[in-house]
């Protein structure tokens, strides 16, 4: 799976946007963006995924650049609830993967959302 | 509907003692996955099940960890003989086969005195 590159930090401001960037340079053409989070003392949560087209759900929306090379998470409104670490993982396809299932998380953003 | 469930939540154990640690996951999933998550640490991949196939141990970081899966649902983690660097928070996932997006659990804190 390639790597992913995130600010370790950053905060926003509670009912503004949340902008995440991530970087994947060394994304395939199949490898799939996925985004999870994981609040204090809770298991991770998953957020979004998404190949090329830009992809948006009840939780946030991800905008993939059209070099496939880097993407944004964007949480639309922010609330206090939203402060969290987020993970941007790159990974295959399932059917593609020649094996093994695992996720693998980087350090990912520390977000801070404050009223 | 329910999530993925474990249990103990929290678990404190002497050095040299062993330990179990049980996952029940989303009903329907028929994968699972195993991770645990050190003090400030990044998620780390244990052990994996599909179905009936073999599992993906291949993150088990010694012999003294192992896993089964009874019934293709519930999963129990066993440590053995646990050691003070075994504390962590260890973490169940599940997923429909041939679907990437994994539910976790609430985790256990196993602290090991």
């Known amino acids: 799976d390639a790597k992913t590159t995130q600010p370790p930090s950053m905060d926003c401001a509670e009912g503004r946007a949340a902008n995440l960037p991530c970087n994947h340079s060394t994304i395939s053409g199949n490898e799939y963006v996925y985004w999870y989070r994981q609040i204090h003392s809770q298991g991770p949560q998953y957020i979004i995924h998404?190949?090329?087209n830009n992809e948006t759900n009840e939780m946030a929306s991800l905008i993939i650049t059209e070099d496939r090379k880097s993407s944004t998470l964007i949480l639309p409104h922010a609330t206090l609830r939203d402060t969290a670490v987020y993970y941007c993982i790159v990974r295959v396809a399932f059917l593609s993967r020649a094996a093994g299932n695992k996720l693998t998380f980087g350090g990912g953003t520390r977000v801070l959302v404050k009223p | 509907g329910a999530g993925v469930s474990q249990s103990p939540s929290n678990k404190v154990t002497e050095k040299g003692k062993d330990v179990e640690l049980r996952c029940d996951p989303i009903?329907?999933?028929?994968?699972l996955y195993w991770y645990r998550q050190s003090l400030g640490q990044g998620l780390e991949f244990l052990i994996y099940?599909?179905?009936?196939?073999?599992?993906?141990k291949s993150g088990l970081p010694s012999d003294r960890f192992s896993a089964e899966r009874t019934g293709g649902s519930v999963s129990t983690l066993t440590i053995q003989r646990t050691q003070q660097e075994d504390s962590a928070v260890y973490l169940c996932?599940?997923?429909?086969?041939?679907?990437?997006?994994?539910?976790f659990g609430p985790g256990t804190r196993l602290t090991v005195l």
């Open positions: 009903s329907g999933h028929t994968a």
């Open positions: 998404g190949l090329k």
């Open positions: 099940f599909q179905g009936n196939s073999a599992p993906d």
């Open positions: 996932a599940s997923s429909f086969m041939g679907q990437d997006t994994q539910y």
